[in-house]
């Protein structure tokens, strides 16, 4: 498990971003594959969310995940609206301050990021792959706890570990979607005779600070890369492999 250093300044919260150590899956999803929506067995799943819930310090039931769809989509949490979380709810982000309540959020490349605000003590987790964070899911969020009280300079703001530039290989339509938009969106991009590279963590740093948030982490950890023993969906697809497994990265109020 792989602490934030900025979140690990506040005991009242518990958070950890988690690789594939741990866990009890086989085979391509060995072995803390944490995504109900793999292949993999549901027994083993479940039993690899308890080992979370126990490392988090949070009780099984009080996990909360979503059906994650690649979108601009949040869900706001309050005590009222917590058995609605029994049905699966289908978004990339949540938003909650209820104590005990964990937010996961699953990804196999894309980033996950992980919000706090001391002062008006709420927290939020986001999952951003390029689609979302294209569709401005992270400002979504962030406009969403501005209008709940929350100052920008109080918010610490934590993107996790997530596939690489150097790992992260486009085509021409990808880059066109993005110059699209912006031509200055080329920053993110390296381009050679051979290779469009793109800069998934750097593309959503740039959208958060220039909100104004300034108290930003990047988790330098490419999933990518075999030696951080990441789930990579990229990864599996090179390999031929019929599924992948899924990290979960964990937040909550204690």
């Known amino acids: 498990?792989?602490?934030s250093k900025i979140l690990t300044k506040y005991p009242e919260i518990s958070h950890g971003f988690f690789n594939k150590n741990g866990g009890v899956s086989k085979g391509i999803y060995k072995s803390l594959n944490c995504g109900p929506g793999s292949k993999d067995k549901k027994k083993f799943i479940n039993k690899n969310l308890a080992k979370v819930c126990r490392a988090i310090g949070?009780?099984?039931?009080?996990?909360?995940l979503l059906t994650q769809i690649h979108s601009s989509k949040f869900y706001k949490v309050s005590n009222k609206k917590i058995k609605l979380f029994k049905q699966k709810l289908k978004g990339d982000a949540i938003i909650t301050n209820q104590r005990n309540l964990a937010l996961g959020i699953l990804t196999a490349d894309?980033?996950?990021?992980?919000?706090y605000d001391p002062i008006k003590k709420v927290i939020a987790a986001i999952h951003s792959g390029w689609k979302g964070a294209f569709k401005n899911i992270n400002e979504k969020v962030i406009y969403e706890l501005k209008k709940q009280g929350s100052k920008l300079n109080n918010l610490r703001v934590v993107v996790g570990p997530c596939i690489s530039q150097r790992s992260y290989e486009v085509k021409k339509d990808f880059l066109n979607i993005f110059l699209k938009r912006n031509k200055k969106n080329i920053d993110f991009f390296r381009i050679t005779k051979k290779r469009i590279i793109f800069n998934l963590s750097g593309y959503i740093f740039h959208s958060i600070k220039k909100l104004g948030v300034r108290n930003i982490e990047i988790v330098k950890k490419d999933t990518f890369n075999m030696k951080n023993n990441f789930f990579s969906s990229r990864r599996a697809l090179m390999k031929k492999d019929k599924d992948y497994g899924r990290n979960i990265s964990i937040i909550m109020i204690n």
């Open 110 to 115: 894309c980033a996950p990021i992980l919000i």
């Open 58 to 64: 949070c009780k099984e039931k009080n996990l909360v």
């Open 1 to 3: 498990m792989i602490k």
